[in-house]
């Protein structure tokens, strides 16, 4: 297993995509941004198959997320359910977290809505809550806005 990054047709072949054509709201602002350069696409690559994501948004309008400089946004953190339980995850994160420091960020935010995923990102080190939010900054609505979300998320955030 190799934690690597990957680039934005990788993220549209994950996803289901075969190309650009049809691609949703959220889908066409992950893909720009990666090709843009400014979100980064981490992945478990398993003999050429990717079985995890992790994205992390350099610079976002709302800056408690990313600001471009000092902090930056993780967010859809997945492995394949068949191969959880293995430490691919803390892996990646880990991964993740290292190229952000030594590209200058001195903070990562992660958004949680769920009890388990607030727990696993304490242990993590996401302990310092930034805020409630009812906006998810990297799903967009057909308008290209930031869907909203009704139940609402805490935002956390660690030092790197």
């Known amino acids: 297993m190799l934690i690597r990054k990957a680039d934005g047709s990788e993220m ?3 996803w289901g995509y075969s190309g650009t054509d049809g691609l949703s709201p959220t889908a066409s602002f992950f893909f720009g941004n990666i090709s843009s350069g400014n979100a980064v696409f981490y992945t478990v690559d398993n003999e050429g198959e990717l079985i995890g994501e992790l994205y992390a948004f350099l610079d976002l309008p709302d800056k408690d997320f990313a600001d471009g400089k000092n902090t930056a946004y993780l967010c ?3 492995i394949r359910k068949e191969y959880r339980g293995r430490g691919l995850g803390s892996r990646l994160m880990t ?3 290292n190229d952000l420091k030594s590209a200058g960020f001195l903070t990562a935010t ?3 809505n769920d009890r388990r995923n607030k727990e696993l990102y304490e242990r993590m080190g996401f302990v310092k809550f930034i805020k409630t ?3 998810d900054p990297c799903a967009m609505t057909s308008e290209m806005q930031p869907e ?4 609402g998320y805490i ?3 660690k030092e790197l």
């Open 12 to 14: 549209l072949k994950l």
């Open 76 to 78: 859809a953190f997945r």
């Open 95 to 97: 991964a993740a977290l």
């Open 110 to 112: 992660i958004g949680v």
């Open 133 to 135: 939010c009812y906006f």
């Open 148 to 151: 909203r979300d009704e139940t």
């Open 155 to 157: 935002l956390l955030a």
